[in-house]
């Protein structure tokens, strides 16, 4: 079904401007390390990032087929990533698109970062996002960004 809708409509598979090129360069900073957490099923979530050219295999990832609850898929990825770098985190920051990813992060007590792509900075905000930006274009706005979104201690 999906493969349908990508045929009949690529346009929307596309992924956040500038996007693929930020995953592929956090990747290869060792300073970084990158986990997907997704409330969507692995199979209709990978396809959407392949469709987007997001470079995601070998990373570590947690699903809606993991658990229901986003506090618990985010939890999963994390503790994946701690295993898959072989190393504690000083901080982590969730980047995400939605309020409910604002409320994840803030239950969890993980630094947020909002990507607005749709105009919905308003959203964002009004959930609790101190900081937002509209793509990940300027990767050096983004990655100052991803620093001083950290949580506080």
């Known amino acids: 079904m999906l493969e349908r809708e990508w045929r009949a409509a690529p346009q929307n ?38 469709k987007g050219n997001l470079p995601v295999d070998g990373l570590p990832a947690a699903f809606a087929d993991d658990a229901i609850e986003r506090e618990e898929i985010a939890r999963i990825a994390i503790d994946r990533a701690r295993l898959h770098y072989q190393q504690p985190f000083d901080w ?36 609790g996002a101190q900081f937002v930006l509209r793509d990940y274009e300027d990767f050096a706005t983004f990655m100052r960004t991803v620093e001083n979104a950290r949580p506080r201690a």
């Open 92 to 127: 982590i920051v969730l980047v995400g698109d939605s309020d409910c990813d604002v409320s994840t992060a803030a239950r969890l007590g993980l630094g947020f970062l909002g990507i607005a792509a749709d105009a919905n900075v308003t959203v964002l905000r009004e959930a």
């Open 13 to 50: 598979f596309r992924a956040v401007a500038g996007a693929a090129r930020a995953f592929t360069r956090i990747v290869q900073q060792r300073d970084y390390a990158l986990a997907l957490a997704t409330g969507g099923w692995r199979a209709s979530a990978l396809f959407k990032l392949e």
